[in-house]
C-alpha cells in the first residue's frame, strides 16, 4: 500500500530502530534521562532557543504552550483554521480555559499585521478577555503547506514585542518551511518567540514533539506537561529516534524532506494535467502538501444537493484508489489530500499518477483506461515495505534524484 495519508504514517529507519534499542535512559520526570536531555539540547541549538521540551505529540506541544503563555479568561489571537483552533479538539477552550480571534489568512498562509494589531483587546475594558498570546502556523496547512518566510515571521514578532504580547509558532512541518526556503530552521523562530515541531511528521520518527523557547517559558512548559500527563519516565527511547532525525547529513532527515517536496511537486504536475482534477495550482506546492478537487465544480459546491454529490464522488474516488493499493485522504472543503514522505520513492509517485488517472475514469471524470488495472509508469520500488516493516536508510545524495 502507498500511504499518502499523512507524513505520520512513515516508519522509523533502521537507524532510528538501533538508536531506540541501546538508548540510555532515566527518569525523564526527574530529569534524569540522559538521551531526552541531548534531543531537548539539540533542538533548542537548531531553533536558536535556551531550552526545549520533549512531549508526546503536536498536539500537546501546542497545549502546554498555550498552558505556559495564556491566563485562564485569556484570549489567543491567530489564524482562523489554525490546526490550535480547528483539529485538537478545542483544547485551547477546554483545558487552556481561552478563547480564540481568530483572523481569516492570505492565500500563503500569512495573516494580516495590522488585523493582528487591530485584533489586541483594551486591557482597561473589563468587558473584554485579556489578549495573551498571538500564534501562527508555520508550514500553513490549509494553504496547501506554505512556508512562512524568515522577514514575516521577524515582522511577526516585533509586532508582538510591541505590544507586549508573547508569539508562539505552531511548527509542525518547521523543518519543510525551512528546507522549502533554503534557511535554516532558526530563521524562522525569532528571538523571544516560542515554537514546537513534530518529530513524528515528515522527520519520520515514531512518536514525538519538542517544544522550545526560553528557560523560564520551558519551565513553566514543564509543569504544564505534567498537568496534562505528558510525563513519560524512560523517554529515551523515544528520545533517540529524535536524535537520529536531527543529524546533519544524509543520516538525518531534514535534507532529506527536499526529495518529499519534490515528489509532491512532480506528482502534483501529473494531477493538474488529468481531467476531473481541478483546483490545483502546482506552483503552489512549495512543501510536501498536494491538495486538489474532483470534479466539474472547481470549488466545494453551495448547495445541499450538489455538496451531496460531490461527498459521494469523492469517497468513490478514494475507495477505487485505495482497491488499487494507493490511500489517500479526505480533506476541508471538499479537497483531497496526499503527502509524500519518508519510504516514498519516485517510482511510487508513477504508481500513484498511473491510479488515480484510472480510479478518476472509474467514477466518470476522465477517459477510460484500457487495461483492466493501472500499471505504474516505473515498476515500484519496495524497499520500504520489508518483512520487518522497516524502511530504508536515508541515501546519500538522494537530494539531487530527478
Known amino acids: 500500500m502507498i500511504d499518502l495519508r499523512s507524513d505520520t504514517v512513515t516508519l522509523p529507519s533502521p537507524a532510528m530502530r538501533r538508536a531506540m534499542a541501546e538508548a540510555e535512559v532515566g527518569d525523564d520526570v526527574w530529569g534524569e534521562d540522559p538521551t531526552v536531555r541531548a534531543l531537548e539540547e539539540r533542538s533548542a541549538e537548531l531553533l536558536g532557543a535556551e ?5 508526546a505529540s503536536g498536539t500537546m506541544g501546542n497545549l502546554v504552550g498555550l498552558l505556559a503563555h495564556v491566563p485562564r479568561g485569556g484570549e489567543i489571537i491567530g489564524p482562523a483554521e489554525i490546526h490550535t483552533f480547528s483539529s485538537e479538539g478545542a483544547g485551547h477552550a477546554v483545558v487552556v480555559g481561552a478563547s480564540a480571534r481568530a483572523i481569516p489568512a492570505a492565500d500563503d498562509g500569512t495573516i494580516d499585521l495590522g488585523a493582528v494589531r487591530g485584533a489586541v483587546r483594551d486591557p482597561s475594558d473589563v468587558h473584554q478577555p485579556i489578549s495573551a498570546l498571538i500564534t501562527i502556523e508555520n508550514t500553513h496547512a490549509l ?9 514575516y515571521m521577524q515582522s511577526l514578532a516585533e509586532l508582538a514585542r510591541d505590544v507586549r504580547i508573547p508569539l508562539f509558532i505552531d511548527g509542525a512541518r518547521l523543518f519543510n518551511a525551512a528546507v522549502a526556503l533554503g534557511v535554516p530552521a532558526r530563521d524562522l523562530v525569532p528571538a523571544r518567540a ?14 514525538g514533539s519538542v517544544v522550545v523557547g526560553d528557560t523560564a517559558f520551558i519551565a513553566r512548559a514543564r509543569r504544564a506537561r505534567k498537568m496534562v500527563g505528558g510525563g513519560m519516565r524512560q523517554a529515551g527511547i523515544i528520545a533517540a529516534a529524535g536524535l537520529v532525525a536531527l543529524r546533519d547529513g544524509p543520516l538525518g532527515m531534514i535534507d532529506r524532506l527536499a526529495d518529499d517536496h519534490a515528489n509532491a511537486r512532480y506528482l502534483a504536475d501529473a494531477l493538474a494535467s488529468m481531467p476531473g482534477v481541478t483546483g490545483l495550482d502546482p506552483t503552489r506546492v512549495r512543501t510536501n502538501f498536494v491538495l486538489f478537487a474532483i470534479g466539474d465544480q472547481g470549488r466545494w459546491p453551495d448547495d445541499r444537493a450538489g455538496r451531496e454529490r460531490a461527498v459521494r464522488t469523492r469517497a468513490a474516488f478514494l475507495a477505487r484508489l485505495d482497491a488499487r493499493g494507493v490511500r489517500m485522504i479526505e480533506y476541508p472543503e471538499g479537497r483531497i489530500r496526499a503527502i509524500p514522505h519518508y519510504g516514498i520513492e519516485r517510482a511510487d509517485i508513477d504508481t500513484t499518477i498511473a491510479a488515480t488517472r484510472a480510479a478518476l475514469a472509474e467514477v466518470g471524470l476522465g477517459p477510460a ?14 524497499s520500504r515495505r520489508t518483512a520487518t516493516g522497516s524502511g530504508p536508510e536515508p541515501r546519500p545524495g538522494a537530494r539531487g534524484r530527478p
Open 51 to 55: 531550552a526545549g521540551l520533549l512531549v
Open 143 to 151: 494553504s496547501m503547506g506554505q512556508p512562512l518566510a524568515p522577514a
Open 194 to 207: 516560542s515554537a514546537t515541531f513534530c518529530l513524528s511528521k515528515s522527520l519520520a520518527c515514531p512518536v
Open 369 to 382: 483506461v484500457t487495461s483492466g488495472r493501472a500499471q505504474p509508469a516505473v515498476a515500484p520500488q519496495v
